[in-house]
């Protein structure tokens, strides 16, 4: 009756068909909209720059992998995401090896050296970034596709000349951007060039319940609230820089994000607070990236602090 | 209407249609052997009270305990006892066993009961439950009559009979319910009574709303009430969400009742009583006609069964005749697995007896087995596992700290809480065996505990 033994194991004897890979397939799927009009929109620029993060992220997961006898896990496409975020972050005018060495940085020194998948502290693709724009700030602040003119400056991103404009060096109309910013914006990085493609993305990551709503709502709600309180165009604000990019899919990072529900709503408020300190009071025009590296770092308190209350329990 | 439930939880596919709609079916042939373990039970194993070469009857009582959390068993069939002496069981474990040839000519022998049930008092309700050996029939196996008592400080004043039959697969709690409706009800009358609760629910899950109509047109006849006045009855139906695991005790009591049995504690704790539908309609028998728990419907079902059914089985039949009995097993198969496949025990053979405490059999092929892996998976900490934790429990820190083997820090994250129901683990997209983790923790947790409690005792 029976040619082969049976199989036995501990309950439960069905799973969810819910893998780790299937859930990066549907984050690169999120962001694969974006990536494309990027490539539209930035040619060739863009292609070079997908291609070189994506390459060396996974030729360093590979690496890793082989000389420090891994088991394989190339297969469950996280280096993919990696490489792909990273990519998102980045100006399309910049040479091609620093987007090379920014997928080693990611994948190396953002998640590897910590044991790889589910161990890194912080996000990898910000990690790298963070690296690149401190290693070579001069490319990674002006390698634009196109600048802006404004009363003859013509510098950088709708979001540097808002900072001018408030510091009285120069007269800057926020509200003619907002069509640019949600369409086809051509002064940013390649995930920038259109909120409408991101959002979508989000929401799509939202409704098959890959994403929590929490992170991004918290996040995106404390900023507008923010940024009116510093008497700035909130709608502008959401919309300029990597703020739904990083709202929508580095927030969001399972690994660096805390686990429980309250924790992720103090996550995102934490977030908000970060990016409107940083984009009105530092130097940088920017504060997405080193608000969501920051509060990174707190993740884990955040998670000791938040613990549901037990099912019989006192709270 | 909205329907009751719990916070966590999960959806799994029921396929509960290979089997819904089966009437049961009796398990007709005589086996060869019957094995009747003596702890089939929470609590102290029973002592035989037979021996090696002797006849016994069909009901009669073959092993007891003096111990308060025991059960009697009885022999199921008419036969000559072969031997007496340690078998596997389900779980594993090697249990001391009555092993019995059923003989052709079958006689059966049952329970002395009161010829009037109305004035029957709770005393005598208790002793027929415990002499009938009676014990939860949904899987935990707690001897009924214990649970029947409750302290003279926590009086009960709601029972709940458990219809939820959340478990995948698993429809023999439905067909219970719609084809012996009448002695549900008689057992919830007798059980009311026995704790005197003043309130009476049926837990019933909305996938089986036939369940509901039959018992609720039931309960309106035997009344003769109908509209308003049957709304103000004492004994009503609870309507709740399909959702694993909707039909766990402490989960039963939240959803009805609102009430959150504490950490440890016991549904008494909350003045609830919850009871299987099987475990409930073997207490009507037991009381009505005297006849001990020598069977119990089991349901046989998975694509790797030729003929999945609703089957009532003898206590210690083995499992390989029941499958024979359901047409034998169909193509390459994975696992068969005792109980539902969220909390069932997989199996390696096929001679471990059906035990009270097993409600079904599930069979699956190889290519429905999820391939299972000791290798370390990392555990991205999506949180899926802590949304479905009905226990509001954080299995990826129990987990990664079991895994490290640092017991005091799961044990810190409340580990003892966990009803391994394995929510977590279903969810898990890393496919961690989240369960298999939580099970050597308590293992080796209990075991310090031990230890430090006997150095103590030592040391003194």
């Known amino acids: 009756m029976e040619n082969k033994p049976l199989i036995i194991s501990v309950s439960p004897h069905v799973k969810d068909e819910t893998t780790t890979a299937k859930i ?29 993060s ?114 009285g060096l120069i007269h800057f109309g926020t509200s003619n951007f907002y069509k640019t910013f949600l369409f086809s914006n051509t002064s940013g990085t390649l995930g920038e060039v259109s909120v409408i493609l991101l959002l979508a993305g989000g929401i799509f990551l939202i409704y098959m319940k890959i994403i929590d709503w929490r992170i991004p709502l918290s996040y995106i709600a404390t900023t507008a609230v923010l940024t009116v309180f510093m008497k700035g165009d909130p709608i502008f604000y959401l919309l300029a820089g990597g703020l739904m990019l990083g709202a929508f899919f580095m927030a969001t990072d399972y690994v660096t994000s805390p686990i429980t529900r309250k924790g992720r709503v103090i996550f995102g408020i934490g977030c908000g607070m970060v990016t409107v300190l940083l984009r009105f009071y530092s130097s940088l025009p920017e504060g997405v990236m080193f608000s969501i590296l920051f509060m990174n770092a707190c993740a884990p308190l955040i998670d000791k602090y938040t613990q549901p209350k037990v099912f019989g329990t006192k709270t | ?99 019995i040839t059923p003989s052709e000519e079958q006689k059966k022998m049952s329970i002395e009961t009161p010829a009037d049930l109305k004035d029957i008092s709770p005393d005598t309700i208790r002793k027929i439950v415990r002499e009938a050996g009676i014990v939860g029939l949904g899987g935990a196996a707690f001897p009924t009559y214990v649970k029947l008592t409750p302290p003279k400080d926590k009086p009960i004043d709601s029972v709940i009979i458990n219809g939820c039959e959340c478990e995948p697969y698993l429809t023999c709690d439905h067909r ?16 009311m009574k026995a ?21 609720e047109e039931k309960l309106m006849e035997e009344n003769g009430i109908a509209g308003k006045k049957r709304a103000e009855s004492p004994v009503q139906i609870a309507l709740l969400e399909t959702k694993y695991p909707q039909g766990s005790e402490k989960h039963l009591i939240k959803a009805i009742l609102n009430r959150e049995i504490p950490s440890g504690g016991l549904p008494s704790d909350v003045g609830a009583l919850v009871q299987n539908i099987g475990t409930t309609i073997a207490i009507a028998r037991a009381i009505r006609d005297g006849a001990p728990l020598i069977e119990r419907v089991i349901t046989v079902t998975g694509t790797g069964i030729s003929e999945p059914s609703n089957l009532r089985v003898k206590i210690g039949t083995l499992l390989g005749d029941v499958i024979n009995e359901c047409g034998g097993l169909k193509g390459d198969i994975g696992k068969v697995i005792l109980g539902g496949p969220m909390t069932g025990f997989a199996q390696y053979k096929l001679n471990v007896p059906i035990v009270k405490g097993i409600s079904g059999i599930l069979v699956l092929p190889y290519t429905q087995v999820v391939p299972e892996t000791i290798m370390h998976k990392p555990c991205i900490r999506c949180g899926r596992c802590v949304e479905a934790c009905p226990m509001q429990l954080l299995p990826n820190m129990l987990g990664s700290y079991a895994r490290v083997e640092m017991w005091s820090k799961v044990d810190s994250y409340h580990l003892f809480d966990c009803i391994e129901c394995g929510c977590c683990a279903y969810v898990c997209p890393a496919k961690i065996p989240l369960v298999q983790l939580f099970r050597v923790a308590k293992g080796e947790i209990l075991m310090k505990r031990k230890r430090e409690a006997a150095a103590l005792k030592n040391g003194k």
Not at chain 1, 29 to 51: D, E, G, N, R
Not at chain 2, 181 to 188: F, K, P, V
Not at chain 2, 201 to 208: G, P, Q, V, W
């Open chain 1, 24 to 52: 990066m397939l549907y984050v690169i799927l999120a962001l694969l909209p974006a990536a494309l009009l990027s490539i539209y929109l930035y040619k060739l620029y863009a292609v070079q720059v997908l291609f070189f």
């Open chain 1, 54 to 167: 994506l390459v060396s992220a996974l030729m360093t997961e590979y690496l890793f992998q082989k000389y420090m006898k891994l088991s394989f896990t190339l297969n469950n496409l996280s280096a993919i995401v990696t490489g792909l975020l990273l990519a998102l972050t980045l100006p399309p005018k910049i040479p091609w090896w620093i987007a090379f060495i920014g997928g080693i940085i990611a994948i190396g020194l953002g998640k590897q050296v910590f044991g790889g998948l589910g161990y890194n502290l912080f996000n990898p693709a910000l990690v790298a970034r963070a690296i690149l724009l401190l290693s070579w700030p001069k490319y990674m602040t002006k390698a634009w596709y196109k600048t802006i003119a404004v009363d003859s400056v013509s510098k950088a991103t709708p979001l540097y000349l808002a900072k001018e404009a408030r510091e």
């Open chain 2, 1 to 99: 209407m909205s329907l009751l439930t719990f916070k966590g939880g999960v959806h799994p596919l029921y396929h509960k249609d290979l089997t819904e709609s089966k009437g049961i079916k009796e398990f007709s042939s005589l086996p060869k052997e019957i094995i009747v373990p003596l702890q089939q039970h929470t609590g102290a194993p029973c002592n035989p009270l037979v021996e090696k070469g002797n006849e016994v009857l069909a009901g009669q009582k073959i092993g007891d305990s003096d111990a308060f959390i025991s059960a009697p068993v009885h022999s199921s069939f008419s036969g000559k006892v072969t031997a007496v002496e340690p078998r596997v069981i389900f779980s594993g474990i090697s249990v001391l066993s009555v092993v």
């Open chain 2, 176 to 191: 219970n319910m719609l084809e012996y409706t009448a002695d549900l009800i008689l057992g919830m009358k007798i059980i």
């Open chain 2, 195 to 215: 704790v005197e609760a003043k309130r009476g629910f049926f837990a019933i899950e909305s996938n089986k709303m036939d369940a509901v109509r039959k018992v």
